[in-house]
């Protein structure tokens, strides 16, 4: 009886370890960190800061230590230019008509009426021209239903890139405005028409999700940002979910693969010319670090990088 038990608990133990083992095993790389430090060969190139595209104060000010480490890289590296911002190809109405739909096509004709409405109502009640609100896109309509913001002044991202003028660094774009309206055109329209109705539904909810992913993005935590971004949408229901990874394929993983190639530029220019100068200081949003599709794995991966987390707090 006794050898029984004994033979019972051994292989309960057994059944843990290994499920235990295929756990780690399994767990997807970069759920945690949002500053690396790239290297190639033992030489540091530069470093990648995750942000989150916010004005609130909370994700505006940056640890000394990340800001020291910035005043000393020669290269600024800007996920994309803001559409005001000189380099930009894309200068005030240009870039909102990338976003309209085509000839005399309107969002009620591709969403219905009473979407389409709901749309014009959140978004002129944000200031949005009421042409482009009835005009609108699908997917920019998506992004565009957000609370109104409470506080003032630029993201991170462009206070940088205003900073990294004024000392005169290398500034480069890791995402062309080309590249990112082509991933969101390619996105079926079926699917930009139901996130979009899911993200009208969970509006009431907005104020909610934002504080959550700026609690997230506090913590560092990567995943549980991006389970506050999606939380639109309902995971358990599987036609939601199959749009959901649509989503995630056209504005997260597709874009992923471009700002990867991109960041080559830089970070092996700092290689040729600055070694051991500081590198390159990329900015991009922190969902795009997350996971094995994520930046930091492939620039590991597939161009053999060097990828370490810093730790700042």
Known sequence: MFSEKKSFIYALLFIVVAFTALFFYNKQPYTEGTFWEVSKDGEVLGHILGTIHMNDEKVTKLNKKVMDIFDNSVGYSIEAFPSSHLWNPYHGFENIKKKMMFEDKTLADVAGEKTANDVFQILTKNGVNKEYATKIKPWAAMFSIAAKSKHSGPIIDH???????????????????????????????????????SKIKHFPKIQETLDDMVDAYMEEDLQGLMDASTSFVDKNDYQKNKHLQVYLKHSVYIRNIVMAHYMNLPFLYGLDRYKGQGGTFVCVGALHLLGEKGVLSLLEKQYGFEIKRIKFK
């Open 159 to 197: 206070k940088l890139l205003d900073l990294a003028s004024i000392q005169e660094k290398e500034i480069y774009q890791i995402e062309s405005p080309e590249e990112l309206l082509a991933a969101f055109y390619a996105m079926p329209m079926e699917s930009q028409v139901e996130l979009l109705k």
